[in-house]
């Protein structure tokens, strides 16, 4: 009787697809269309980084460090590209089914600007320099639509940090309905110390925040600027607050006590803009 209850579940098991034989064997994973900005594969990889393509991120598989992958790390590093290991399953994720060894890019559809050229190109130009600087901003849908409206109102240049901060992508590009192709970009490393060079060079730093000192259509939004705006939930980080000249609030009267990140810049960029146009210096 018990050698036939075996006989029994062996057989259901195979029926179902479940013995131990089936689990082996699978179906190979399901391959979709990858977006644009990744690259997987080692070859491919190292030949985006070789052809100096701008690259975002470059993830490695933990305990994965033979054959060319300390090369390609290497290049991705001197490239300034942000390196991170991760388990094999987030690279398997994102590679949606295609032969990735190990290693995956996201690159961005145009290259970045340094901070030098941004300066020198805007103090060229007649009027005041006017940048804007998104404090760990991480939502690329919030990023796309702060560069379309930052080409609408003739913003210099948008400057991101290089870590905790959504870089350029095609879901960027997209939603800027290709402002990226004409707003320089430039990625940065610690925000303070980038704020306090740019203090030095004579710009004032206007931070968007709740508690912010002034409404913002009360602050002198001219001159050489640059308006930082924060994060989606967070806001304005503290050191970056403590390093403001001045913090603005946008008035708030209904139940909401915050606006999404990138109609919170729309308000400020154009209130600077009309400063601007007043006072002839846009």
């Keep these: 009787m018990e050698k036939k209850k075996k006989t029994f579940a062996k057989d259901t098991e195979k029926a ?6 089936s689990v082996r064997v699978g179906r190979p994973p399901e391959r979709r269309e990858l977006p644009e900005d990744v690259v997987v594969g080692r070859n491919a990889v190292t030949e985006a980084l070789k ?19 300390r090369e390609i790390v290497n290049l991705a590093r001197e490239s300034g590209a942000v390196v991170e290991t991760v388990p ?23 290259d970045y600007t340094p901070l030098e050229d941004i300066l020198d190109a805007a103090q060229s130009r007649d009027g005041a320099p006017f940048l804007l600087l998104l404090d760990e901003l991480e939502d690329p ?3 796309g639509a702060v560069l379309r409206t930052a080409d609408a109102v003739g913003v210099d240049g948008v400057l991101i940090p290089k870590r905790r901060s959504c870089p350029l992508s095609a879901t960027v590009a997209k939603t800027s309905a290709g402002a990226v192709e004409y707003v320089p970009v430039a990625r940065i490393g610690n925000v303070a110390q980038t704020i306090r060079e740019l203090k030095k060079a004579g710009f004032w730093i206007v931070g968007a925040d709740m508690d912010g000192a002034a409404d913002y259509f009360e602050a002198d939004l001219t001159g050489a600027l640059v308006l930082v705006i924060g994060s989606e939930g967070r806001g304005i980080s503290r050191l970056v607050r403590e390093s403001c000249d001045v913090l603005v609030r946008i008035p708030m009267l209904g139940k909401i006590n915050s606006l999404n990140a990138s109609v919170a810049g729309a308000v400020l960029m154009y209130e600077s803009l009309r400063q601007r146009r007043e006072r002839g210096n846009a």
Aim: avoid cysteine.
């Design 88 to 110: 094999r399953s987030q690279i398997e994720a994102a590679a949606k089914g295609f032969r990735h060894q190990g290693v995956l890019a996201y690159t961005s559809p145009v």
């Design 51 to 69: 052809s100096g393509r701008t690259v975002n991120r470059l993830l490695v598989a933990e305990h994965d460090t033979q054959g060319s992958i």
């Design 141 to 143: 849908h919030n990023l």
């Design 16 to 21: 179902a697809g479940t013995d131990n034989k």
